[in-house]
């Protein structure tokens, strides 16, 4: 069965600083990959997605996730983080043949001023 | 072009008591997925309709079921409600079965 791990619970960064957030998936077949974000009290919103294709895929809100196969990765970066930044981060995999998806448990990002 | 849409936002209810869910998809979708995400978690799928009918089904017991309507909307009904069911229920819609899900704002569900 596919899984998603998101190794880090919370991650705190600086304003103005460079993110990335760690996302391992485990899927037998070319995996469907994709990022949402949630902020408190919110449904989920879709930063970018995988299906195939270049491995580095650009995101709304200045997102970007680099595939790599060899690595069972996604992870997401993000040159310069804003203070609007902040929120719960969410990967994703889809199961074969019915566009469900199999999450991580998410990543808290906190932003410093 | 309005979004998916849930109903109601917030609601209490109390342990064995049932509660019925709303979710109308984002306009020309045809498939609506259901997910729970309890409190410190992501979400986990529950069970995806399509044509009126449940087309895949996640782990979840027999007191969790659902039903689409012709015009594509969807209900989440819960039986005999748990203290564990307290949760935010997302609803997410799509086009077919290939295409990408888009997510409600979700209802908020205490169980007392």
């Known amino acids: 069965a596919q899984s998603v791990t998101q190794p880090d619970i919370h991650i705190t960064v600086s304003e103005g600083a460079s993110l990335e957030l760690r996302c391992n998936y485990s899927y037998g077949a070319t995996p469907y990959l994709f990022w949402y974000v949630q902020s408190p009290g919110q449904g989920l919103q879709l930063l970018l997605k995988?299906?195939?294709?270049?491995?580095l895929v650009q995101g709304i809100k200045g997102f970007e996730a680099e595939f790599k196969r060899s690595q069972s990765s996604f992870n997401l970066r993000k040159p310069s983080v804003h203070w609007s930044d902040a929120a719960e981060y969410f990967c994703a995999v889809e199961n074969s043949g019915y566009s469900t998806l199999t999450f991580g448990k998410g990543t808290m990002l906190l932003v410093s001023p | 072009d309005a979004g998916v849409t849930q109903s109601p936002t917030h609601l209490i209810k109390t342990r064995g008591q049932q509660v019925t869910l709303r979710c109308s998809p984002k306009s020309g979708h045809d498939t609506v997925s259901w997910y729970q995400q309890a409190l410190g978690q992501g979400p986990q799928f529950i069970f995806q309709y399509y044509e009126e009918e449940e087309r895949q089904r996640g782990n979840f017991p027999d007191r969790f079921s659902g039903h689409q309507f012709p015009n594509y909307s969807s209900e989440l009904n819960v039986n005999a409600l748990l203290l564990g069911d307290s949760a935010l229920y997302l609803c997410?819609?799509?086009?077919?079965?290939?295409?990408?899900?888009?997510f409600g704002p979700g209802t908020r569900l205490l169980v007392l």
């Open positions: 997410a819609s799509s086009l077919g079965s290939q295409e990408t899900q888009y």
């Open positions: 995988y299906f195939s294709g270049d491995t």
